[in-house]
């Protein structure tokens, strides 16, 4: 079925570890094609919020459409479509990955392969992608570029023989890379001519147009004016737009079969533009969707509570706001007797939970209170009615459950050899289950294991960072429930339980939490007017306790006539440093102890 | 409150050394200087004579520094000089600071002739070890004779200043202490928590461990125990750090702590006058040259809102035994405490800190330990 016009077109992705790379290497890309000045270079185009350039992680993904001049003066329109780079945003990668033919794989030629190098590979061979191996960072003087390219055909079995060495800092090797986009990656080819079929790989709100969806047209075509279904939601719109990005978005008359570009349609919500989802058009449907789609579920939540109880309705609106960017984002009214008003937030995981909790409070200048964040219990109650339980608080009676399960996820940790032991040793604590591994060479290895979600959701990986002073890579992803012997642990100041610090914990954990909890707790909340119990309990038993001693002394000696206006300013700082307090009962908590229960290691 | 009576503050900032402790802006090594500051002191005199015209004078402190590291002529001259500026009370209480270095039968025979009817002088210590600490270059026996001139003298109400908490004290030693000046006869004890101040030497001694100060429950037994012992001797405990025989309390101190309005003098001097605080600069240079080039040493000032001066008056009113006076707040504020403050002096009567009697509302004893967390409450 391939045609002319589908021969010069080539839609890839790049994929690579963390650091690796890659958003370097896409803005070289870029900038031979011709598509950016000097002066845009300055910063790298495809993360364009300040959040992800911070991190150094891409969070969206973006598309962008560039025409390039080969060797020989053929043009060709190569389709750039970025992908995140985080294991919370796997799903999206994959919808990123099933819009293109081929994925440039960038590995580090110091470090090799890593474990997000791994998934990644393994998430483009699922989508039968070419992939293109680049080895990056040759100038570096660590670089070992044979090893690495040994490293390739021996682990992933990849031919890197010929794979291009570049410095994407440096604009080495650029030129190469994109001659073997255009000689291994292959042309699109699906049929302009049958219903049509576009696959939304992601959308974002614009203020004038609606919702823009990304849009790779897998077969038929798509102009102004046509009427579109949603294949997934069933809902229809009329095409407004239709365009490429270039990178800014630029109408074009018609977008056809192998093409990567954006619909807009007067549509209000990115909820209707699901990351997955099969565009068709209403009066000539397509019989079947394209495959993979699914609905995203929240894997993490937490509680974000405003510092101040009065800016309730702020943080609505933002979080309002920010949903109609981030379908993925979910929220409902909640209410703790601790914190007051509030909303129980679900997200893909904690990277993606940091990063709306920084938003809300850099671009909404909100000031929150989150609490520990928590997984998706299931509860199987007596009776047999089964309930899924995202807040501690909520859990019912202990007496009244059958059992409880907990998310598993399979995780996947490569390392260097001299750290199995640490390694094991912390997924042993975390309750792993081992299940297999690999040595990828002699001195580096691929430990599998299951590991329950609630214990990696905090701090799993500074811990293991620490325990490999850094050298460990680490990927998960989840593969079930399993049934759990769990209970409900409850901290207790002044002899009343914390709601917002209650959390669930398997039961042979429960009493090292406990006592981890009421120390953490002691050295967090400053001395106040009384003393302070901090117990943990689970039902009514009582596992730990620490002692808060009362303040003795908040007292200024001397205080004269020139000292009035000082010893006032004094006070207001003081003051100023109790906003950041909590009052729960007759105790005042710093916003942070609710975070920082979970905080061990 | 126009009309009333105020203070006049005289900051004399000169030294013959300065203790270790001592972050107060006074110096030592600027002798040269002293001729002139008190020409700039009575230039400064001449110009705040409009803004407290027709306003009497009840109390003048001469503080410090070391006022009576001055001649006993120079002071008397300079009092004379207010004589003649200002209208002053015939029963103004006079007080000048002094360290006992400094004082002799002659100097405070003139002084008290002058009219200085009550002198202050720094003992800090029944210890000759801890005045050593401290940085002081007199002894324990130089107080008691100093203590003994004044007497004789003529003075009838003299304070000692003494500080607990110093590095390596004991209890006991700090009651010792008391005992002393308890025995000296005086009027009046001040005895202030030492307050270590970062860029102090002491504070660097203490901070790198050098100096042990006493941990805080030792240093709150020191108070406790030194409150009551001074109780059984006859003393008023009227303010967190003051005790006073009957009637011989420091009537220019309770201008402050009943956010009074006063005029400060001199470098680094503060005033209050209607609803405005202001300070003069400091440095002793600094501030005799804006007083020639402008006639005041200004060096910042600020408006007191009316809600600020009601919490001023809340915390400084609440330094005191007696507190806050409820009708001296209403005629001040228009409206009651209660009015303004009704639920917060509930929530602290029920936390135990503060009493609300007929008349007034004051702290009780933990309220008084942990007073600025109790202000806090008072805070818009």
Redesign the interface.
């Known amino acids: 079925m391939s045609d002319a016009r589908q021969d010069k077109i080539r839609n890839f992705c790049i994929i690579a570890h963390i650091d690796h790379g890659k958003s370097t290497l896409a803005d070289r890309i870029l900038e031979i094609a011709g598509v950016l000045t000097e002066r845009d270079m300055e910063k790298q185009v495809l993360d364009d919020m300040d959040l992800e350039r911070e991190r150094g992680i891409t969070i969206k993904s973006k598309a962008v459409r560039l025409t390039y001049k080969d060797k020989d003066g053929e043009e060709y329109i190569l389709n750039l479509i970025d992908t995140p780079g985080h294991v919370d945003f796997a799903y999206e990668v994959s919808r990123s990955l099933a819009a293109c033919e081929g994925a440039i794989l960038v590995v580090d030629a110091s470090q090799g392969i890593e474990a997000q190098t791994l998934a990644n590979v393994y998430l483009a061979l699922e989508h039968d992608l070419e992939i293109v191996p680049v080895i990056n960072k040759i100038d570096l003087p660590s670089a070992r570029p044979d090893w690495v390219k040994k490293e390739i055909e021996d682990v992933i079995g990849l031919v890197a023989e010929d794979a291009p060495l570049i410095s994407a800092k440096n604009g080495i090797g650029i030129e190469a890379v994109v001659e073997k986009i255009i000689s291994s990656i292959p042309a699109p080819a699906g049929d302009e001519d049958v219903p049509l079929k576009a696959l939304i790989f992601d959308s974002f709100y614009d203020n004038y147009k609606g919702v823009i969806a990304y849009i790779r047209i897998k077969e038929g075509k798509l102009k102004v004016g046509d009427k579109i279904k949603m294949m997934a939601t069933g809902k229809e719109f009329e095409v407004t737009d239709v365009g490429v990005f270039k990178p800014f978005l630029t109408s074009v008359p018609e977008l056809k079969a192998g093409e990567v570009g954006y619909v807009a349609a007067s549509i209000k919500n990115v909820r209707d533009t699901r990351v997955g989802d099969t565009i068709t058009h209403a009066d000539n449907p397509a019989k079947d969707p394209l495959p993979g789609y699914r609905k995203v579920n929240p894997m993490v939540y937490c509680g974000v509570y405003p510092a101040d109880g009065a800016k309730y309705e702020e943080l609505r609106e933002a979080l309002h706001k920010l949903q109609i960017n981030d379908a993925s984002l979910s929220f409902e009214a909640e209410t703790s007797v601790a914190l007051g008003f509030g909303f129980r937030c679900g997200f893909l995981g904690l990277l993606h939970m940091d990063i709306v909790q920084e938003r809300l409070e850099r671009e909404y200048d909100l000031d929150l209170v989150t609490t520990a964040p928590s997984v998706i219990y299931k509860v199987v109650m007596d009776d047999g009615i089964e309930l899924d339980i995202s807040n501690p608080t909520n859990l019912p009676d202990p007496a009244e459950i059958d059992y409880m399960e907990e998310p598993v996820v399979n995780a996947q940790i490569m390392a260097p050899t001299e750290y199995v032991g640490a390694i094991m040793e912390l997924c042993q604590e975390r309750r792993g289950t081992y299940k297999d591994m690999e040595y990828m060479e002699e001195t580096r290895v691929l430990i599998t294991y299951e590991l329950p979600l609630n214990e990696i959701i905090y701090d799993f990986f500074d811990a293991l960072k620490s325990r490999t002073r850094g050298y460990a890579s680490f990927d998960y992803e989840l593969i079930g429930y399993q049934q759990s012997d769990l209970v409900k642990l409850d901290i207790l100041l002044n002899g009343e339980v914390v709601d917002a610090l209650s959390l669930i914990v398997h039961k042979d954990k429960a009493y090292t939490r406990g006592r981890g909890i009421a120390e953490k707790l002691k050295e967090l909340i400053p001395r ?3 003393e302070i119990p901090i117990q943990a309990a689970i039902g009514n038993k009582i596992i730990a306790r620490e002692t808060i001693k009362a ?12 000292d ?2 000082r ?2 300013k ?3 700082k ?2 100023e440093g ?1 906003k950041r307090m909590r009052q729960v009962g007759s105790v005042e908590v710093p916003q942070e102890a609710f975070m920082s229960v979970l905080k061990f290691d | 409150m126009k009309s009333g009576t105020i ?1 006049l ?1 005289v900051h004399i900032p000169f030294c013959l050394r300065k203790c270790l402790y001592c972050d107060f802006p006074s110096y030592a090594q600027k002798g040269h200087l002293m001729d002139e500051y008190l020409k700039a002191l009575k230039v400064e005199a001449d110009q705040v004579k409009c803004k407290i015209a027709g306003r009497r004078i009840k109390t003048i402190f001469l503080g410090g520094g070391t006022p009576t590291l001055y001649h006993e002529k120079e002071l008397v001259q300079l009092l004379d000089y207010f004589k003649q500026s200002y209208l002053i009370c015939d029963e103004a209480e006079i007080t000048t600071e002094a360290n006992p270095e400094t004082l002799n039968p002659q100097k405070l025979k003139v002084l008290r002739e002058a009219g200085i009817n009550r002198i202050s002088i720094g003992m800090q210590a029944g210890q000759d070890k801890h005045l050593k600490t401290l940085g002081r270059i007199h002894s324990v026996v130089d107080v008691e004779r100093g203590v003994d001139w004044a007497r004789r003298a003529g003075f009838g109400n003299i304070n000692l200043d003494l500080m607990f908490g110093l590095p390596n004290q004991s209890v006991d030693e700090w009651i010792e202490s008391l005992d002393k000046a308890v025995k000296m006869g005086v009027e009046h004890i001040s005895a ?4 270590l101040e970062e860029g102090t030497p002491l504070y660097e001694l203490v901070d790198q461990g050098d100096l042990q100060s006493p941990p ?2 030792m ?2 037994e020191m108070y406790h125990t030194g409150v009551h012992f001074l109780k059984s001797q006859g003393y008023n405990h009227y303010e ?2 003051n005790f006073a025989k009957p009637g011989k309390e420091c009537k220019h ?1 309770l201008l ?2 009943q ?1 009074n309005e ?1 005029i ?1 003098l001199g470098s ?3 005033s ?1 006058l209607h609803g405005n ?1 202001w ?1 003069n600069y400091a440095n002793i240079c600094k501030y005799i040259d804006r007083i020639s080039k402008y006639g005041n040493g200004i060096e910042q000032s ?1 408006e007191i809102s009316l809600p ?1 001066q009601r ?2 008056t809340v ?2 009113g609440l ?1 005191l035994n007696s507190g806050v006076s409820k009708e001296m707040f209403k005629e001040r504020f228009g409206h009651g405490l209660e009015y303004y403050y009704g639920d917060i002096i509930e929530n602290l009567k029920e ?1 135990g ?1 503060l009493i609300e009697a007929d008349t007034s509302i004051y702290l009780t004893t ?1 309220g ?6 109790v ?2 409450h008072f ?1 818009e």
């Open positions: 106040q007017m009384f303040l003795r002394k908040d007292v200024l000696a001397k205080c004269y006539g020139g009035i206006s010893k006032r004094l006070l207001e003081q003051k109790k | 203070g503050y202030y928590a030492l307050i805080e429950d240093e709150r967190i750090s101190n402050y702590w956010n006063y400060g680094g001097a503060h209050y605080r300070s600020e600020t919490f001023e915390m400084m330094r936390k800190m933990k008084m330990d942990l007073q600025n967390s202000l806090l805070m």
